[in-house]
């Protein structure tokens, strides 16, 4: 089904079921058109996860054919790399650093503590999709913060439990957060 | 642009710079990755607003210094006065040294750090010299702990130049070693004065830099390609990004470097999609340097032509590893190959391929500049030269520094980082190369830094890419190294059947033992199964996985914490969940109604259980 759709403005806003909005990935497609198209699949599909928040089954299909990529090479690729995602994310992401320093200076008891507050593990969304906890198997690069957490694009450095979940319920509630770079 | 040009453009960017500095009081904020999160921006911010409508003010921004316990760190220069470095400057901070420093002339010593000129007036890049004394009570950066030890070669501008401006990268003597590869020196000459050098690679096999260059520079088929391997994937290793968000032009000019010595029309950097800023100044820095003239066709008049391209990588530790890392840029799965063929020989696309870490092309331009000899003159017998080293973990100061090889150890963990952040709990071990490498206990702190000592096999370590991190008695040998072997688990690739389960299997083992489940019979188990990933695994990464295993049985301290582990169901630093001990206490004969678990009274149960256990 994801197939049948077919490049250009005039499917925007027609499409069913609240799909996607394929003007912004033709922009992005349109920029690498001069790239050898190997080369460009990696950077362009950071464009897309960055867009979308996932990269959508219509897209990969698109990049397949506009630019003769197999579609088996374009579903590896976006499965073995942690950046990207394939379904639609929830609202919220908290994702802890664990680091080494992170994880032998506390990180832990934050997992134990999202684990108390929302019920779930890394890689799980709560049941009302507003929540998904994940583990960065990645470096801040901040470690005079440990242990750190990123909400939603922000970080916070020297978090205890008790300060985790109050962030998490400010969160909630749709709490004041400014975007980062 | 031609050669000319850019020697003039050189004397006018310092003269500027000169200017500046002695007309204008100039503020410094770092703003990296690391001082961001700690609030840098709102600092910068703050600053900005209070020099607005002061046109004697000028603001700047700067990266990448490593003075990271102490972030947002800000530089003060006023004119006349040396360059005054302050630690943890909030806004309320900030405001208080507008009003008396900038405004008044009061320098505020009890938030000074220390004061320091530019790292390239110091002889030899080594803030310690003799001739520096305190200023107005403010202590020189060369006799602070932090500062004496350093030599800063590879982070030469980090910290006094503005990263995004390549006019004062140029000012700084910046592009000066391209030029001299590329009018003064053949190919032949660059490699030997590398060679000669003795730099190993710096992101964690240690090659040699000279010899790898020879060898690309000896396969004539083309197209030939070269990169630069920013993936720096592990955690608590930050210096790559550092460097990159510091001093990105400097890693551009290595590269050219590299390009012109092997004959490379087309170069490529690869940086870690974790570190945004990292690939934002370095994309800037290339599209600068293309401007200038310093890329593309006909480079400076001399016929020689190469053009950069900075990509992104998607997440995934195992794209640091460099056949990996290549078949990220063709865009397929990062998985390592067998070797040989070296990268050398078929890189990128199959053709001849220069792939060196960033660090590593970072030291090129200072070794064409000032000689092979002179770079070789530092570092130990078979380690020349200085590294850049990540330390992080319950030290006083968290920090990147850059020390030469050959000192203890002790030294990085003691004076640099300036020993435990709390007296109560001292260091007991340090983990070197992140999750690539085992751990040194206290009483082994005196063991060279060095390559090859680091590497001695009966340790079963690595120095890897320099990180340290700290353990006091807060933290649990056994839960850093199943975190490792975690670590690993989930970030292989998966190609190679023995990293794939042998570190699953290892991660199990080690969560039984976490849990009080552990066996007598797991020890020797985990050595076997440990031997047996590192014999069959095929890249550099799997390899190293299981090695902090080994170095836990092969160290006695760790050995003992291991058995306490395994026999007692005791975990020392009370981190392990132990759920299961209980039935191990019995199982030893010791009374089950032992308080062995919420305080560290578990001791006792160690004490009790193990001398009837089975040996």
Known sequence: MALSITRGGSSEGSNPGGSIELAKATAIM?????????????????????????????????????????????????????????????????????????????????????????????????????????????????????????????????????????????????????SHE | MDRNELIQLRTRFKDERTKLFREKTVIQCVIDGGSVMAGAKQTLARFRQLAEGSPDVQLQVTAGFGAMWMEPTVFISRPGNPRLLYGFVDEARAEELF????????????????????????????????????????????????????????????????????????????????EKALFEMTGDEIVAEV?????????????????????????????RYAIVNGHEGEPNVFKDRRIFEGDPHSILEGLLIGCVATDIPEAYIYVGSEHPLAFKRMGKAVEDARKMGLLGENILGSNFTCDVKVMIAAGAYISGEASAMMYGIQGTR????????????????????????????????????????????????????????????????????????????????EIVAGGPADPAHPIRAVQTGSVSGGSWPASMFDIMFDIDTYGKKEYANLMGSASLTAYTDQQCIVDACYYILRYNRDESCGKCIPCRIGCEGLTEMLWRIKNGDGKE???????????????????????????????????????????????????????????????????????????????HNGRDVYELASPGGPQ
């Open chain 1, 30 to 178: 349109e920029r690498y058109t001069t790239w050898n198209a190997n080369e460009a699949l990696i950077p362009m599909l950071q464009e897309i996860q960055h867009e979308y928040g996932y990269i959508p089954d219509v897209l990969t299909a698109l990049i397949s054919e506009q630019f003769d990529i197999p579609l088996t090479q374009i579903y590896g690729v976006a499965t073995f790399y942690s950046d990207f995602r394939a379904l639609e994310q929830p609202e919220h992401r908290i994702l802890l650093c664990e680091g080494l320093a992170c994880y032998v200076c506390g990180s832990q008891q934050l997992h134990r503590a999202v684990k108390d507050k929302l019920g779930i593990d890394y890689g799980e969304a709560t049941p009302d999709n507003k929540f998904i906890l994940e583990r960065a198997n990645f470096c801040f690069g901040a470690c005079q913060l440990m242990p750190m957490v990123e909400i939603d694009h922000t970080f916070y450095g020297n978090v205890t439990p008790e300060k985790l979940v109050e962030l998490i319920d400010q969160t909630a509630q749709g709490g004041g957060h400014s």
């Open chain 2, 99 to 178: 009003n008396r420093y900038v405004k008044g002339n009061d320098p505020c010593p009890e938030y000074a750090f220390a004061w320091l000129k530019d790292n390239i007036d110091y002889p030899d890049y080594k803030w310690a010299t003799t001739d520096e004394t305190d200023w107005k009570g403010i202590p020189h950066i060369g006799s602070t702990d932090w500062g004496r030890l350093q030599q800063r070669i590879v982070l030469r501008n980090c910290g006094d130049i503005d990263p995004e401006s390549i006019e004062e990268y140029i000012g700084q003597g910046g592009y000066a070693g391209f």
């Open chain 2, 195 to 223: 060679k000669t050098s003795g730099l190993r690679g710096r992101g964690g096999a240690a090659f040699s830099m000279g010899i790898k260059w020879e060898t690309v520079r000896n396969i004539k088929r083309t197209p």
């Open chain 2, 334 to 413: 990062g998985m390592p190959r067998v070797k040989p063929p070296r990268s050398a020989e078929a890189g990128l696309w199959g053709q001849p391929t220069l792939v060196n870490n960033v660090e590593s092309f970072n030291n090129a331009q200072v070794i064409l500049l000032r000689g092979g000899a002179w770079y070789a003159s530092f570092g130990s017998a078979k380690s020349k030269g200085t590294k850049v080293i990540s330390l992080s973990g319950p030290f006083a100061r968290t920090c990147m520094a850059e020390i030469a090889f050959g000192g203890p150890t002790r030294d990085a963990i």
């Open chain 2, 521 to 599: 019979a797991d020890i020797g188990k985990l050595e076997g199964l440990s031997k047996m990933v590192i014999e069959h695994s095929i890249c550099g990464l799997g390899q190293a996985a299981p090695l902090p295993v080994l170095n836990m049985l092969a160290i006695e301290e760790f050995k003992q914490e291991l058995y306490q582990h395994i026999r007692a169901g005791y975990c020392r630093a009370n981190v392990c969940p132990m759920e299961h001990a209980q039935t191990k206490v019995w199982e030893f004969g010791v009374p089950a109604d032992i308080n062995y678990s919420a305080e």
